[in-house]
């Protein structure tokens, strides 16, 4: 799932952008509602962390342009302002939830994860392919019901290529998906993901690749 966090205190951004990503969220972050607009013009997102009071921009303006976009993604505004009535008018802009600062980051993350439930339809309670099960749930995997150990990028990578149902996946898609915007895009790092992915999966090997293209489960 991805997260555009917005805000102009860089220490609080990137402290939320941080713990999000541990929560194992792609995340991106913003600095000014102008950066912000930027983003949203050319990425999907599951959900905008919005600081109400931006320079440039202001968040209303970017909670406008999101939900004028007709797009799913769900937006959580952050104010200093306490009083019923700013609330009130947050989310009469079109925000899905509102956090008072200061908040707890265990809170913020909570919400995040409601509100991307939400952002997405509603996934079967497991995924199966060629013998592997894939419950995002649990975040648990069973090969031919053999419990298997993945690290959460892991994990990611092969529930993409589960949720494909035999149709190949790029690496650029798998960087895009399960990664973050500071990727290199020239990096290796899904070739090393899928290669510890095979091994732990164990043979016969269920990933394929398809040798300029990407990565299938057939």
């Known amino acids: 799932m991805r ?5 102009d205190e860089t220490l609080l951004a990137d402290s939320i952008a941080e713990w999000l990503r541990r929560e194992a969220f792609a995340v991106d972050v913003a600095y000014d509602g102008d950066a912000a607009l930027e983003r949203l013009g ?18 209303d303006d970017v909670c406008r342009a999101v939900v004028d976009s007709g797009a799913e993604t769900r937006v959580l505004m952050l104010t ?10 947050g989310l009469a802009l079109g925000a899905d939830d ?3 600062k200061p908040f707890a980051l265990v809170e913020l993350s909570a919400r995040v994860h409601a509100l991307a439930r939400r952002a997405r339809p509603a996934a079967p309670p497991r995924l199966s392919r060629a013998g592997v099960v894939v419950d995002p749930a649990r975040r648990e995997v069973y090969r031919d019901g053999r419990y298997v150990a993945l690290s959460r990028k892991e994990f990611a990578v092969l529930a993409e290529l ?6 190949v996946v790029s690496a650029e898609e798998l960087l895009d998906r399960v990664w973050d915007e500071h990727i290199d895009p020239f990096t290796n790092v899904v070739r090393v993901t899928v290669m510890k992915l095979r091994r732990k999966l164990g043979d016969p090997q269920v990933v394929e690749t398809v040798p300029g293209v990407g990565y299938q489960i057939p």
């Open 3 to 7: 997260v555009l966090v917005v805000e």
């Open 42 to 59: 050319v990425t999907d997102y599951d959900v905008v962390v919005l600081d109400r009071d931006l320079p440039v921009v202001h968040g």
């Open 80 to 89: 200093a302002a306490a009083a019923v009535r700013e609330r009130v008018a």
């Open 98 to 100: 509102y956090l008072v």
């Open 162 to 167: 589960v949720r494909a149902g035999g149709a």
